[in-house]
């Protein structure tokens, strides 16, 4: 089974910027280790906005060690890209013109004035593993963790 881990940027990243980031994360899978030994990895840049990082655990888990030095290169994303990867008050979801990203606050309004519905598909990713990307991480709002957020 392959554990995924999901990251977010606050923006949508610049084709440039995505074909960059799509070379390091390819680098970076490449030579991902768990106690010295290689993890089957892989990493890839979605709709210029998620970062996703998948371990198939029947080959060797991502343990303490592995998963921190994710953290440390995708820390570095952060810095030479100028955007947050961390922030888990930012909200994805599908509008009329594609792919979009709001905090917290600018969700609510959104909201208020109806742009979201209980029928806009938000992105869930805490979501763990590879199989759920078909069918749990793009939800309608009413079925979405982001719906007891404001409630």
């Not at 940027?9 to 610049?14: G, M, N, P």
């Not at 990082?53 to 998963?67: F, I, P, R, Y």
């Not at 030095?69 to 009329?96: C, N, P």
Request: glycine share 4%; proline share 1%; aromatic share 12%.
């Amino acid at each position: 089974m392959k554990r995924i881990w999901i990251y977010q940027a606050d923006r949508i990243l610049t084709v440039e910027e995505s074909q960059q980031v799509s070379d390091e994360l390819a680098a970076f899978a490449e030579q991902w280790k768990v106690h010295g030994k290689p993890l089957s990895a892989s990493a890839e840049l979605r709709d210029n906005l998620f970062i996703i990082l998948k371990v198939d655990e029947d080959v060797a888990t991502a343990s303490g060690c592995s998963v921190d030095s994710s953290v440390r290169f995708l820390k570095g994303i952060e810095e030479r890209y100028h955007v947050q990867l961390f922030d888990r008050m930012q909200f994805a979801y599908k509008s009329t013109n594609g792919l979009a990203v709001v905090d917290r606050s600018g969700f609510e309004k959104l909201l208020a004035t109806g742009e979201i519905d209980d029928n806009t598909l938000v992105f869930d990713n805490t979501i763990s593993y590879d199989h759920q990307l078909e069918s749990a991480w793009a939800v309608p709002f009413k079925e979405s963790w982001h719906k007891r957020l404001f409630a």
